[in-house]
């Protein structure tokens, strides 16, 4: 299976500051990747597509970029509505999706 | 507006079995892939398995954790998608989530069924 691996697991930000992401593929994935976000008590909500395309409605201050084993998710203007766990998942194997481990964003 | 309503978890001892079921509404579910997505609690999100459309073959795949007791089946004269689980652990407790999975994303969710295994 492909493994992928998230950093960091955790981070606290203040309100207005860059937040970003790092999910790291154990193989190159091309620009198999997706970014969820999941608010607590919630299912998670589909948030970017193939790397670096936003699903409608997701706030142009979310992007993603990257390709190969090593991609990159970057809140640019922290807001308090974003507090949740975000989490990507490689598509490259169909038959073997799989998930990152999570990252927790919190308001300092 | 599509709707995935999850039904059947339940409370259960080691090697037990359940069926979980997911009516599906407000897309063409015979066409669709479905997906069964699970979250251990406190715990991050975990594939379980994937069944094809009939006209892509209608076969299912599975996470290893649960090849060769889980089994994924499909109705479509009644939307829905099952989750037979056999053989189960205190490891498979969890939320399962169904979702709608066409091209590996997973762009609709359910509000998940709780599954608790215990002796």
């Known amino acids: 299976d492909i493994q992928m691996t998230q950093s960091p697991s955790s981070l606290s930000a203040s309100v207005g500051d860059r937040v970003t992401i790092t999910c790291q593929a154990s193989?190159?994935?091309?620009?198999?990747l997706n970014w969820y976000q999941q608010k607590a008590g919630k299912a998670p909500k589909l948030l970017i597509y193939?790397?670096?395309y936003l699903e409608t409605g997701v706030p142009s201050r979310i992007s993603g970029s990257g390709s190969g084993t090593r991609f990159t998710f970057t809140i640019s203007s922290l807001q308090p509505e974003d507090v949740a766990t975000y989490y990507c998942q490689q598509f490259h194997n169909l038959s073997g999706l799989t998930f990152g481990g999570g990252t927790k964003v919190e308001i300092k | 507006e599509v709707y995935l309503v999850e039904s059947g978890g339940a409370l259960l001892k080691p090697g037990g079995s359940l069926r979980l079921s997911c009516v599906a509404s407000?897309?063409?579910?015979?066409?669709?892939?479905m997906s069964w997505v699970r979250q251990a609690p406190g715990k991050g999100l975990e594939w379980v398995g994937r069944?094809?459309?009939?006209?892509?073959?209608?076969?299912?795949d599975y996470a290893a954790p649960v090849k060769g007791r889980f089994t994924i089946s499909r109705d479509d004269s009644e939307n829905t998608v099952y989750l037979q689980m056999d053989n189960l652990k205190s490891e498979d407790t969890a939320v399962y989530f169904c979702?709608?999975?066409?091209?590996?994303?997973?762009?609709?969710w359910g509000q998940g069924t709780l599954v608790t295994v215990s002796s």
């Open positions: 407000g897309f063409s579910f015979n066409t669709a892939w």
């Open positions: 193939v790397a670096s």
């Open positions: 069944i094809k459309s009939k006209s892509d073959g209608g076969t299912a």
């Open positions: 979702t709608l999975s066409p091209g590996g994303q997973f762009g609709y």
């Open positions: 193989q190159d994935i091309s620009n198999s």
